[in-house]
């Protein structure tokens, strides 16, 4: 059995979730108000074993250090977001007020590569668009799904690494790859199945 939690940080208002399974939790998009989040992880039993960005805008990783620093959990990213970590121009975390502290991942992800989390399995799948390496964490019965998809929109392409192109084909995998009773939880808003996506999102509706 597992468990998810979600946690709304920050003023963008970011889901960061802790998927806790047999004594293992993962840290889902941490993006800012580390210690509430940490507050959350010390009510569960187990261990923080990775921090995961699903991509590496800084609404998503903005407390990745300091919890790193509160658990030693390692930094999971998509090889195609690492450059991103540490460079406030491409992040977004110029946009902020004063800067935030950054670090490099711990690993490296790839398509396909599968994240254990107690029982938990979670397979990595690429889902360009968002950004180059935004990725959606995929097991039989949810989805992590970042910033690709929302229950009744997508994430903004006209950011220096997003493209309108790639975010259409990663939603068309999706809808390949998801059946509707799979829940999702996004980067942002409500979470619903992806059948209710399908109702709701006018981009899984297209052609
Ligand atoms: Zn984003
Ligand atoms: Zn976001």
Redesign the pocket.
Request: charged residues 25%; glycine residues 8%; proline residues 4%.
């Given at each position: 059995m597992s468990n998810v939690i979600r946690i709304v940080v920050g003023e963008?208002a970011?889901n960061c979730y802790l998927l806790e399974s047999n004594n293992d939790i993962a840290i889902i998009d941490p993006?800012f108000e580390p210690e509430k989040i940490y507050q959350k992880l010390k009510e569960l039993k187990g261990l923080a074993k990775y921090i995961i960005n699903t991509h590496a805008?800084i609404?998503?990783i903005g407390a990745n250090v300091r919890l790193k620093e509160l658990t030693n959990a390692k930094i999971l990213i998509h090889h195609r977001d690492a450059e991103l970590l540490t460079q406030p121009s491409r992040n977004l975390g110029f946009f902020l007020g004063e800067p935030i502290a950054l670090c490099k991942a711990d690993q490296l992800l790839h398509e396909h590569d599968i994240i254990e989390i107690g029982d938990e399995k979670l397979e990595v799948i690429h889902t360009p668009g968002h950004t180059k390496g935004s990725i959606c964490l995929v097991t039989k019965t949810f989805a992590f799904t970042?910033?690709t998809l929302f229950i009744d929109s997508i994430?903004r392409t006209d950011f220096p690494d997003g493209s309108e192109r790639e975010i259409l084909g990663s939603l068309r995998r999706l809808k390949e790859l998801l059946t509707d009773n799979i829940a999702i939880y996004p980067?942002?808003g409500e979470l619903g199945s992806f059948g209710k996506a399908k109702e709701l999102n006018p981009f899984l509706n297209l052609e």
């Amino acid at each position: 059995m597992s468990n998810v939690i979600r946690i709304v940080v920050g003023e963008m208002a970011t889901n960061c979730y802790l998927l806790e399974s047999n004594n293992d939790i993962a840290i889902i998009d941490p993006g800012f108000e580390p210690e509430k989040i940490y507050q959350k992880l010390k009510e569960l039993k187990g261990l923080a074993k990775y921090i995961i960005n699903t991509h590496a805008h800084i609404d998503h990783i903005g407390a990745n250090v300091r919890l790193k620093e509160l658990t030693n959990a390692k930094i999971l990213i998509h090889h195609r977001d690492a450059e991103l970590l540490t460079q406030p121009s491409r992040n977004l975390g110029f946009f902020l007020g004063e800067p935030i502290a950054l670090c490099k991942a711990d690993q490296l992800l790839h398509e396909h590569d599968i994240i254990e989390i107690g029982d938990e399995k979670l397979e990595v799948i690429h889902t360009p668009g968002h950004t180059k390496g935004s990725i959606c964490l995929v097991t039989k019965t949810f989805a992590f799904t970042g910033d690709t998809l929302f229950i009744d929109s997508i994430g903004r392409t006209d950011f220096p690494d997003g493209s309108e192109r790639e975010i259409l084909g990663s939603l068309r995998r999706l809808k390949e790859l998801l059946t509707d009773n799979i829940a999702i939880y996004p980067g942002h808003g409500e979470l619903g199945s992806f059948g209710k996506a399908k109702e709701l999102n006018p981009f899984l509706n297209l052609e």
